[in-house]
């Protein structure tokens, strides 16, 4: 059974750093996409960052330039390296990841992280 587990989520202030992991455990299957996604109070799930199994990485505009995603293939655990963070940063924080069995796309979500930015 494949599980993401979610760490690195708090409390910090504006400026401010933060660095969250998601470990996948449980997968057969070579992990193709891992990513990223964000929920704020009353508003929809948004992607943040994702990267592929080939390293092409991708950003929404609005955290292009603070935010890092990268990934260690051997340990299948992703990252998101936060730096500048903003109020309007805090959110839910989810990793999903996405393989491939027989062409057919199967995604995983993680439980979430909360990362809450005072001013």
């Known amino acids: 059974q494949v599980q993401l587990v979610e760490s690195g989520g708090g409390l910090v202030q504006a400026g401010g750093s933060l660095r969250l992991s998601c470990a996948v455990s449980?997968?057969?299957?070579?992990?193709?996409?891992m990513a990223w996604y964000r929920q704020a109070p009353g508003k929809q799930r948004e992607s943040v960052a994702a990267?592929?199994?080939?390293?092409?990485?991708n950003y929404a505009d609005s955290v292009k330039g603070r935010f890092t995603i990268s990934r260690d293939n051997a340990k299948n655990t992703v990252y998101l390296q936060m730096n500048s963070l903003k109020p309007e940063d805090t959110a839910v924080y989810y990793c999903?990841?996405?393989?491939?069995?027989?062409?057919?796309?199967?995604?995983?979500w993680g439980q979430g992280t909360q990362v809450t930015v005072s001013s």
């Open positions: 990267i592929t199994s080939g390293g092409s990485t």
């Open positions: 449980g997968s057969s299957f070579s992990i193709n996409t």
């Open positions: 999903k990841i996405r393989y491939f069995v027989v062409g057919i796309p199967q995604d995983y």
